[in-house]
């Protein structure tokens, strides 16, 4: 399976599910966006609201999780999956290189976001942060993400996590087709 | 905890592997393009529900014979599901991460994620502080 470059869906999925259902039957829950709770809890956040203060110590367990899937990063990219480009569809390619994403079809992420060179570009450096203020307000807003939700909470046949989930796309196509238009050829 | 690191490892591994923390196939997911993230998200629904199904039926318990802790959302809450995760999903589309591919991003070697991480936490404070405020 370590062979496969990369892997697909079929292997992909089922791994996400055994991951859910290991850890369920150990006791705990399939959710990450809570983590950024406890980070700010033990950074001091409860002193700012009453939302920071709990038990944040019975939380160590997911951050623990969260290295885990940190190194798992780490090995996967160094050791397991060699440089390969993401194969995505030639129409996706075409429209962000017309949005002047250059390496589209031809790297594993975006140079102009996530490599070195996105440090010296103010565009992208908000793009990222604030990016990442609504991922922080939105999850936890929404009480969830997508391991939450999407998987826990769906395969749990919850209908709120399928109101969430719509709500992810409503967010996500809204974004796609209406902001990074705008914001891709800044890059 | 070894266990759960190791399960933590094997899910890094595993976004990594499938793709899943790549900007393109978030890109890509919501423009239609491709079955990959569908496939992915998809089958693990589908599975997962087996397992809960499973679960349900045969009486399965965590160990130490507790019940397996099912995440419980409460429906009341509808309207922060809803544009909590509008919210989220701007941000997804932005970033091409969600809160797990955040932090395997950086492990896999692309520092800059760092800043949507921080950008993370910062939302997060921002919502434990203005969330009197908003609806849910």
Known sequence: ?187 | MLRIFLLGLLFGITLTMGEVISWFRIYEMFRFESFHMYGVIGSAVMLGAAFHLLARGRGWKAEGGRALDVFRYDGKLWKSYLLGGTVFGMGWAVTGACPGPLFITLGAGYLPVIVAIIGALLGTLLYGIVRRHLPH
């Not at chain 1, 399939?30 to 939380?59: E, P």
């Open chain 1, 1 to 187: 399976m370590f062979d496969l470059q990369p892997w697909p869906w079929y292997i992909t999925g089922p791994m996400i599910t055994l991951t859910m259902a290991a850890l369920l039957l150990i006791g705990r829950r399939f959710g990450i966006s809570s983590n950024l709770r406890t980070i700010c809890a033990i950074g001091g956040a409860d002193k700012l609201s009453d939302y920071f203060q709990f038990d944040w110590k019975s939380q160590r367990w997911n951050l623990v999780f969260v290295l885990g899937t940190l190194i798992g990063g780490f090995v996967a990219k160094e050791f397991l999956l060699q440089d390969a480009p993401v194969d995505i569809h030639p129409s996706t390619a075409e429209a962000l290189q017309g949005f002047g994403i250059q390496d589209a079809g031809s790297a594993f992420a975006p140079g102009a976001l996530f490599g070195a060179e996105a440090w010296s570009n103010p565009v992208a450096m908000l793009a990222l942060l604030v990016g990442g203020l609504f991922v922080g307000f939105g999850t936890r807003w929404a009480n969830g993400c997508t391991s939450g939700h999407a998987i826990s909470g769906l395969s749990s046949l919850q209908w709120t996590s399928l109101i969430a989930v719509i709500g992810f796309f409503i967010g996500g196509l809204s974004a796609t087709h209406f902001l990074l238009p705008t914001l891709l050829p800044l890059l």
